[in-house]
């Protein structure tokens, strides 16, 4: 079990840079490691895959901060209006990035880059290195976004360089993080996402960014303060139909990393940071941000996926181009036998009883058939 310190010092071995940049980033790393060493009980596969993986932040981040020191010019380019996709996650919103992924007039966050963003793309010559290693990089058993490096990642990974990222609740069974994150000002998480995103636009020609990550629902106020221009398309669906299957990615992925998996654990985890996330959302909606959503329901987007992104342009004001069209018809033919199948889990053996958790979210429930136009 690694100490923070160590971690640090390992980051700067690897990379021979010593300035991490503000201190935001401190507090989270040091709650995560004492999570990890005193609650996770994780295995030999665990300790190989999670230490590593946050050296691996602490190095990216000491990368994107000499990239600053020599060249601050970066801080002069613009983010414009970028278009977040969010809501409860297993809603359609990984389909629905990979459609927008295949407008050649945006900017995404590609999977190779998104947990090594440094070097900027715009100047690696020739094929990346990052492209080949990102082809065979999967955490659990089952494949859970479609397996292409050049295709939309969620900005989870840029949120971890300043350690207030949920993407460790997945990896690992770690209480007093995930509590302290659900209450963390995550000011600090925007602004450095922000800051990475100059760096991947620096070198290359503009263009709107479509970004993507369920858990953004619980933090609008922070997102809010990096990205005031943001727009938002939402996507819903039954949080019954959910929260186990969420539940269920977690267990997959963390039940490689201990031999101790609570399930009733991850159940209660995900029943609370999601109900949570739902209450949030509604509140910032209601201050006057109602119209910076646009909203789509996992069923109308199975139903006409192809019509749903119409819509959304038609609401930002943006063309669907015959070449656009084309692409999304071709990719969502070619996914269709990939897309994983509805299962039906056992509420129980994650300690859940649904009756209990539809009152949670009944308040989003009625709001969503509004938004969406459903009955």
């Given at each position: 079990?690694?100490?923070?310190?160590?971690?640090?010092?390992?980051?700067?071995?690897?990379?021979?840079?010593?300035?991490?940049?503000?201190?935001?980033?401190?507090?989270?790393?040091?709650?995560?490691?004492?999570?990890?060493?005193?609650?996770?009980?994780?295995?030999?596969?665990?300790?190989?895959?999670?230490?590593?993986?946050?050296?691996?932040?602490?190095?990216?981040?000491?990368?994107?901060?000499?990239?600053?020191?020599?060249?601050?010019?970066?801080?002069?380019?613009?983010?414009?209006?970028?278009?977040?996709?969010?809501?409860?996650?297993?809603?359609?919103?990984?389909?629905?990035?990979?459609?927008?992924?295949?407008?050649?007039?945006?900017?995404?966050?590609?999977?190779?880059?998104s947990s090594q963003p440094c070097p900027p793309p715009s100047t690696v010559v020739?094929?990346?290195?990052?492209?080949?290693?990102?082809?065979?990089?999967?955490?659990?058993?089952?494949?859970?976004?479609?397996?292409?490096?050049?295709?939309?990642?969620?900005?989870l990974d840029l949120m971890a360089l300043d350690f207030k990222s949920p993407i460790?609740?997945?990896?690992?069974?770690?209480?007093?993080?995930?509590?302290?994150?659900?209450?963390?000002?995550?000011?600090?998480?925007?602004?450095?996402?922000?800051r990475v995103l100059k760096l991947l636009q620096w070198g290359e020609p503009a263009?709107?960014?479509?970004?993507?990550?369920?858990?953004?629902?619980?933090?609008?106020?922070?997102?809010?303060?990096?990205?005031?221009?943001?727009?938002?398309?939402?996507?819903?669906?039954?949080?019954?139909?959910?929260?186990?299957?969420?539940?269920?990615?977690?267990?997959?992925?963390?039940?490689?990393?201990?031999?101790?998996?609570?399930?009733?654990?991850?159940?209660?985890?995900?029943?609370?940071?999601?109900?949570?996330?739902?209450?949030?959302?509604?509140?910032?909606?209601?201050?006057?941000?109602?119209?910076?959503?646009?909203?789509?329901?996992?069923?109308?987007?199975?139903?006409?996926?192809?019509?749903?992104?119409?819509?959304?342009?038609?609401?930002?004001?943006?063309?669907?181009?015959?070449?656009?069209?084309?692409?999304?018809?071709?990719?969502?033919?070619?996914?269709?036998?990939?897309?994983?199948?509805?299962?039906?889990?056992?509420?129980?053996?994650?300690?859940?009883?649904?009756?209990?958790?539809?009152?949670?979210?009944?308040?989003?429930?009625?709001?969503?058939?509004?938004?969406?136009?459903?009955?």
């Amino acid at each position: 079990m690694a100490a923070h310190d160590d971690l640090m010092a390992a980051a700067i071995a690897k990379t021979g840079l010593e300035d991490f940049g503000d201190d935001s980033f401190r507090e989270g790393l040091e709650i995560l490691v004492r999570s990890l060493r005193d609650e996770a009980r994780v295995n030999a596969a665990g300790e190989a895959f999670l230490y590593p993986r946050i050296v691996g932040h602490l190095a990216q981040r000491l990368q994107v901060e000499d990239w600053y020191r020599r060249h601050p010019e970066i801080d002069d380019v613009a983010i414009v209006a970028p278009l977040f996709g969010l809501g409860l996650p297993r809603t359609g919103s990984t389909a629905l990035s990979f459609l927008l992924a295949q407008d050649p007039n945006i900017r995404y966050l590609r999977q190779w880059e998104s947990s090594q963003p440094c070097p900027p793309p715009s100047t690696v010559v020739g094929p990346d290195p990052r492209i080949q290693q990102a082809m065979g990089e999967k955490a659990g058993t089952r494949d859970h976004v479609p397996s292409d490096a050049n295709g939309p990642m969620e900005c989870l990974d840029l949120m971890a360089l300043d350690f207030k990222s949920p993407i460790y609740d997945a990896f690992a069974q770690i209480p007093s993080y995930s509590a302290w994150l659900l209450e963390a000002d995550l000011t600090s998480t925007y602004l450095y996402e922000r800051r990475v995103l100059k760096l991947l636009q620096w070198g290359e020609p503009a263009r709107p960014w479509r970004l993507k990550s369920p858990v953004h629902i619980r933090s609008l106020d922070y997102l809010d303060c990096a990205f005031p221009d943001a727009r938002f398309v939402m996507t819903h669906r039954d949080p019954t139909d959910v929260i186990l299957s969420v539940a269920d990615v977690y267990a997959d992925i963390a039940g490689v990393f201990t031999d101790h998996l609570d399930r009733h654990y991850l159940g209660r985890l995900n029943v609370e940071h999601w109900s949570v996330a739902m209450s949030r959302a509604l509140t910032f909606r209601d201050r006057g941000a109602d119209h910076r959503f646009y909203d789509i329901d996992f069923r109308a987007m199975q139903a006409d996926p192809i019509g749903e992104v119409r819509g959304l342009y038609a609401w930002l004001g943006e063309p669907v181009t015959e070449e656009f069209e084309s692409a999304m018809r071709r990719w969502w033919a070619e996914n269709a036998e990939n897309r994983e199948p509805s299962a039906h889990r056992d509420p129980a053996a994650f300690g859940l009883d649904l009756d209990q958790v539809r009152p949670l979210f009944a308040e989003y429930v009625a709001r969503s058939r509004d938004w969406t136009h459903h009955c």
